[in-house]
């Protein structure tokens, strides 16, 4: 009896251990997954904050072109209100677009049970498409460095092209007011 007494101890001694180690890869597996979530949210915020940067960008790159194509028209007439009400309702589409965060609020079950499956199986496998995704990333990244560098460049010039059309835009009716007076 007594035996068999010490022999329930130890098989409850080792389910005891059983269950700790258990507990213990669950709650590493949960810091786990925590940390991967929170490192894809760092690299979506990133990208989100590189993006609309970007865009800001482009869109003072297109404000420098309407402007270059404003003073180069000057003869021609622009109907300044309606050009205002279509350039103020484009911004606030564009600001719309930009500023929603749309999410789905439930998951697809038939499309997680596929992740799943393809996590199960299609994870397994040798890690060359990784490889390869990786050379595409830096190679992208090389490119994206080279586009922003135009841009800049671009930008720049936009910028001192336009000063020096309202420069002498400026000196022009300036003449000719002095003209007229005289």
């Known amino acids: 009896m007594e035996a068999e007494n010490e022999e329930n101890n130890g098989m409850d001694d080792i389910q005891y251990f059983l269950h700790l180690e258990s507990l213990k890869r669950y709650t590493e597996e949960a810091k786990d997954v925590h940390r991967q979530v929170e490192d894809h949210v760092r690299i979506f915020s990133d990208a989100k904050r590189e993006y609309k940067r970007e865009f800001i960008r482009l869109t003072d790159m297109n404000k420098h072109v309407m402007l270059c194509n404003a003073l180069q028209a000057k003869n021609t007439h622009i109907n300044t209100h309606t050009q205002v009400e279509r350039t103020a309702s484009e911004l606030s589409q564009a600001i719309n677009k930009i500023a929603s965060d749309n999410r789905p609020s439930k998951l697809d079950v038939h499309v997680l049970e596929e992740c799943k499956k393809h996590l199960q199986t299609k994870h397994k496998q040798p ?43 400026t000196n022009e009716l300036q003449v000719a007011t002095h003209e007229n007076e005289e």
């Open 127 to 169: 890690r060359d498409k990784l490889t390869k995704h990786q050379l595409n990333v830096a190679t992208n990244r090389e490119i994206l460095q080279a586009l922003c560098t135009t841009v800049d460049n671009v930008e720049k010039s936009f910028e001192t092209a336009t000063l020096v059309a309202m420069d002498q835009f």
